[in-house]
């Protein structure tokens, strides 16, 4: 007994000492900032990442901080109010009503806030990064994206689609997770919609999504409402004027995102990162 009784302690001891070695242990240190393992082990966890995708988000955080601090970028109260407004406006509500729902979802509101603030100085540093990458895009570059990719400018008439519908949002999403799980309180339909019988979102909505897949859910006439795209059909090309803003958009896009890219990737080259323990 008392041996088993010694294995068991070592045991738990071990186990100890390995948790405080996460906890305490550094994995590396950028520019003289410490990130610990315990830091990668929690940002794994909770983006269901590994521990190196979350090291190198951890790194790039690390950088971003560095270069607002450097480049005296802030963001006031009334930037953070005009943000929150403006969110809740585009799901139509009030900033008022938007923040009480954020509080029935157990969500600090000050905590929420500081969020908002460092999003507006990250957004702040991007923009000063990609403002002068992404000019100089021409008529012949939009032509040629949009006949090089021809598939992208389709749009379906008609959906064969399967409808959920539920006052409960969890059961929705048990269905997306699992499509052969009994739902009681779901109430299920097949269906056969065309363009002309639904509003330009929900439209949209359908095109984006593939075959096979579900979409997001929706908020339809006060009920919680999915659909699952079986097919697409009545297919018909959108011309070239109605689809040039949209690949504006999409190609500065692009070039905006691998402004930022070089712009880290040079700066992580060119700062000073000693890797103390790399995370298993």
Known sequence: ????????????????????GIVTGVSVVINNEPITLYEVYKYSQKFKISKKEALNLLVRQKLEKSQIKKLGISADIFEVDKYITNLASRNGL??????????SKEINIEDYKKEIKEKIKKDKLYQSIYRDKIKGLKDEDIKKFYNDNPNDFKFANTFDVTIYQSKNGKSLQAIKNNPMMQQKDVKIQNKTITADTMDE??????????QGKFTQILNIKNTLTMFYVKEKKDFKQISYEDAKNNIYRVLSKQKEDMAIKDYFEKLKSSASISVVRSPS
């Open 1 to 20: 007994m008392k041996i088993i009784q010694r294995i068991l302690v070592g045991t738990i001891l071990c186990a100890t000492l390995s948790f405080s």
């Open 94 to 103: 009030s900033q008022y009503e938007f923040l009480n729902m954020l509080k």
């Open 201 to 210: 979102k929900l439209k949209g909505l359908l095109n984006s999504t593939k």
